[in-house]
């Protein structure tokens, strides 16, 4: 998108007829890019238009904030079930817990992109057809029960991202824009459950205050709110795409280095406390927790990242990727460790597919980002290695939830 700006900005025509198509997209490269610009008279110009338009908050037709809306009320409704029909919560949760939010961002995307019929009706008959797999997956403790409740949540994620771009599977662009939306959805989702909770202790407590206690009836609605809140989040980032476009690098500038200090100062620490996740299984769940998350924040960092961006944080990037190699690397010796002295578990398998993939593709992202440092190359390249990773995280999680109860003997 950045290259298409720079390339049209003495094609006035050309530009407009950009910004018209890729209204979220154009704003968000436009204001990354405009440091290196500002010198030019049309960019001066967009520049004052775009801020302008930053103060109209909830430009969005209505329409939209009320199709959101029905959307929130029929997802809550669907989390309060286990109290409607005496079902038990836990269980509910773990089946179902996927299917209560991520089925209605699909719908969202499908209905403002105006997708054609072909591109979401075999995702809509995947979700029917899911829904009833995990109705009849045997329950109770079975791994392969937990692994796929685990699991499938990620095909789900990865094809709302399939909608989100609008089925332009080959885009690499919008693919990144896909994971820094996710960044900013948990960023706005934290604030309003924020806003939510502050508001929901000064009305109990007002209540309380006149010896009403609306604690029970209140915990009905604190469902719906809880539901609710990533798709208003939604709504607020789609109604104003910069409304989080500075804070994101920002949070990624400042917890990506602490994150790198930090787990230095835990591999370090880890080789004198006798502790380790080979003879410790607890410790190796907590360990492969940490690996994930770590993961997480890598892909945040690099997808909120700017491809103009100085070199020093590119080698932050750097070490911490190398840093979580090495961690990717103790976990997948010590499920392998496992695996050959007491054999294959759903469990293991699972665990040790999933570490050989992020090692990979962290292996990967590594290399571009110390080309990136060393050759100047912009973070772009570095974006494309990672979502390149995509459908195979997609193909694992579908392996392990489909597969593996079977394959297994719903172990």
């Given at each position: 998108?950045?290259?298409?700006?720079?390339?049209?900005?003495?094609d006035?025509?050309?530009?407009?007829?950009?910004?018209?198509?890729?209204?979220?997209?154009?704003?968000?490269?436009?204001?990354?890019?405009?440091?290196?610009v500002?010198?030019?008279?049309?960019?001066?110009?967009?520049?004052?238009?775009l801020?302008?338009?930053?103060?109209?908050w909830?430009?969005?037709?209505?329409?939209?904030?009320?199709?959101?809306?029905?959307?929130?009320?029929?997802?809550?409704?669907?989390?309060?079930?286990p109290?409607?029909?005496?079902?038990?919560?836990d269980?509910f949760?773990?089946?179902?817990?996927g299917?209560?939010v991520f089925?209605?961002?699909?719908?969202?995307?499908?209905?403002?992109?105006?997708?054609?019929?072909?591109?979401?009706i075999?995702?809509?008959?995947?979700?029917?057809?899911?829904?009833v797999?995990?109705?009849?997956?045997?329950?109770?403790?079975h791994?392969?029960?937990?692994?796929?409740?685990?699991?499938?949540?990620?095909?789900?994620?990865?094809?709302?991202?399939?909608?989100?771009?609008?089925?332009?599977?080959?885009d690499?662009q919008?693919?990144?824009?896909?994971?820094?939306?996710?960044?900013?959805?948990?960023?706005?989702?934290?604030?309003?459950?924020?806003?939510?909770?502050?508001?929901?202790?000064?009305?109990?407590?007002?209540?309380?205050?006149?010896?009403?206690?609306?604690?029970?009836?209140?915990?009905?609605i604190?469902?719906?709110?809880?539901?609710a809140?990533?798709?208003?989040?939604?709504?607020?980032?789609q109604?104003?795409?910069?409304?989080?476009?500075k804070v994101?690098?920002?949070?990624?500038?400042?917890?990506?280095?602490?994150?790198?200090v930090?787990?230095?100062?835990y591999?370090t620490?880890?080789?004198?406390?006798?502790k380790n996740?080979?003879?410790?299984?607890?410790?190796?769940?907590?360990?492969?927790?940490?690996?994930?998350?770590v993961?997480?924040?890598?892909f945040?960092?690099?997808?909120?990242?700017?491809?103009?961006?100085?070199?020093?944080?590119?080698?932050?990037?750097?070490?911490?990727?190398?840093?979580t190699?090495?961690?990717?690397?103790?976990?997948?010796?010590?499920?392998?460790?496992?695996?050959?002295?007491w054999?294959i578990?759903?469990?293991?398998?699972?665990?040790?597919?999933?570490n050989?993939?992020?090692?990979t593709?962290?292996?990967?992202?590594?290399f571009r980002?110390?080309?990136?440092?060393?050759?100047?190359?912009?973070?772009?390249?570095?974006?494309?290695?990672?979502?390149?990773?995509?459908?195979?995280?997609?193909?694992?999680?579908?392996?392990?939830?489909?597969l593996?109860?079977?394959?297994?003997?719903?172990?």
């Amino acid at each position: 998108m950045k290259e298409q700006i720079v390339r049209y900005l003495n094609d006035p025509v050309e530009l407009e007829r950009l910004y018209q198509q890729h209204k979220m997209l154009f704003k968000q490269a436009f204001f990354a890019l405009y440091p290196e610009v500002a010198g030019h008279p049309v960019a001066q110009c967009w520049h004052a238009r775009l801020s302008q338009e930053r103060d109209e908050w909830f430009r969005l037709p209505k329409k939209e904030l009320q199709f959101t809306l029905w959307l929130s009320l029929i997802a809550g409704a669907i989390a309060n079930l286990p109290e409607w029909m005496a079902v038990k919560s836990d269980e509910f949760y773990m089946r179902y817990a996927g299917f209560i939010v991520f089925p209605f961002f699909m719908i969202y995307f499908v209905w403002k992109h105006k997708l054609s019929f072909n591109q979401w009706i075999g995702i809509l008959l995947f979700i029917c057809a899911s829904v009833v797999y995990m109705s009849f997956l045997p329950d109770g403790k079975h791994d392969t029960f937990m692994l796929a409740s685990m699991h499938l949540p990620v095909v789900l994620w990865l094809l709302t991202g399939y909608l989100f771009i609008g089925g332009h599977i080959h885009d690499d662009q919008k693919k990144i824009a896909f994971l820094r939306y996710n960044g900013d959805l948990i960023i706005v989702t934290q604030l309003v459950l924020i806003s939510g909770g502050i508001f929901s202790f000064i009305t109990i407590g007002l209540f309380q205050f006149i010896q009403i206690h609306i604690q029970d009836v209140y915990t009905h609605i604190a469902i719906w709110g809880i539901t609710a809140a990533p798709l208003l989040a939604n709504y607020l980032i789609q109604a104003n795409p910069d409304l989080v476009n500075k804070v994101s690098p920002i949070i990624a500038r400042i917890f990506t280095p602490l994150v790198a200090v930090m787990l230095i100062i835990y591999l370090t620490t880890l080789l004198f406390t006798g502790k380790n996740p080979y003879n410790d299984r607890e410790f190796l769940i907590l360990f492969h927790l940490v690996l994930i998350g770590v993961m997480a924040i890598i892909f945040f960092s690099v997808a909120a990242t700017s491809a103009s961006t100085d070199r020093l944080f590119i080698y932050v990037l750097l070490i911490l990727s190398l840093v979580t190699i090495v961690l990717c690397a103790i976990t997948l010796s010590a499920i392998l460790f496992r695996i050959f002295k007491w054999g294959i578990t759903p469990n293991r398998l699972a665990a040790s597919g999933s570490n050989i993939l992020i090692m990979t593709n962290l292996i990967w992202i590594s290399f571009r980002l110390f080309r990136a440092g060393k050759q100047k190359h912009d973070m772009q390249a570095v974006g494309k290695s990672m979502v390149s990773f995509l459908p195979a995280y997609m193909l694992w999680a579908a392996i392990v939830s489909f597969l593996f109860p079977v394959l297994f003997h719903f172990q």
